[in-house]
């Protein structure tokens, strides 16, 4: 499980650009916008400021320096720990997952440069079954702790994810203990590991690599927990405060460092891991 990763160089089928054709609508407030008006406002809407999902790919396209993003791919096989059917093979979901967003898994991995940092970029695919943590996304998220390590880089980390995947049970959770053991790693090689919260940020996710980051960022207005809202109001039979769970909740109660829109996230992140690693 812990072999070392085995990059191969150049696109990868692990990065696609995406441009769709016409128009895109605001998937808050409905505005339609121009693509590639929407592509250059990196997919925050210019009417409402909704900060719409974006693929993995696009994700770490905008995060790197330009011209410095190289598609990271390490090959794990696919898992079925609990042979799962809920009418649809979990084998078939991950394939139709696949042939939907063009990521391998809901984890993407690739290098590049953030504002001149050398770092291991990973992006989560919201796309791929709800950027669920099986055990798979675990592996290559651990993988990519391995690789910053290896090659001396920062990690920098989109979290977008619904939490764990059921489709494996308990497998799924045991992942939260294997990312944390890439995360540590990261530590001891005392190499700084900066955390994009986006909307939305849950479960298994938060309660593990999304959160023990040295500097946690979120997108504003992103939703951030570990259950759900109406769960916990269930279980403590009380009504929640406003704004429980949005970035800006957070930030108020010190659990996120800053909220940041995401046209800022190069500068802002490149910034705090030129600080962490003492580059001039
Ligand atoms: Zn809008």
Do not use: N
């Amino acid at each position: 499980m812990s072999a070392r990763p085995t990059p191969l160089r150049g696109p990868g089928p692990q990065l696609r650009p995406v441009a769709p054709p016409g128009t895109v609508a605001c998937p808050a407030c409905a505005r339609r916008v121009v693509a590639a008006r929407w592509e250059e406002t990196l997919g925050v809407c210019p009417a409402c400021d909704h900060h719409a999902r974006v693929p993995a790919a696009t994700r770490a396209a905008q995060l790197a320096d330009p011209g410095t993003l190289e598609s990271v791919h390490t090959a794990v096989d696919d898992r079925d720990p609990l042979r799962f059917d809920d009418g649809v093979p979990y084998p078939e979901r991950i394939l139709a997952a696949r042939a939907e967003t063009g990521a391998t898994e809901a984890v993407v991995t690739a290098r590049g440069e953030v504002a001149g940092v050398p770092a291991v970029i990973m992006s989560m695919e919201f796309g791929f079954l709800g950027g669920s943590l099986g055990s798979v996304a675990g592996e290559l998220f651990a993988r990519a702790c391995e690789l910053a390590v290896a090659e001396r880089r920062a990690l920098l980390g989109v979290c977008v994810s619904g939490g764990a995947r059921m489709q494996e049970g308990i497998v799924s959770l045991a992942q939260m203990a294997r990312c944390t053991t890439g995360t540590s790693m990261l530590a001891a090689a005392r190499l700084p590991y900066v955390a994009v919260l986006a909307d939305p940020c849950f479960g298994g996710v938060t309660a593990s690599f999304a959160t023990q980051a040295d500097v946690i960022l979120a997108e504003p207005r992103a939703r951030i927990g570990f259950a759900g809202g109406r769960v916990i109001e269930q279980a403590a039979h009380s009504k929640l405060p406003d704004g429980f769970q949005t970035a800006e909740f957070l930030l108020a109660h010190g659990m996120v460092d800053a909220v940041m829109p995401r046209h800022e996230l190069r500068v802002g992140a490149g910034r705090v891991l030129r600080a962490l690693t003492g580059a001039s």
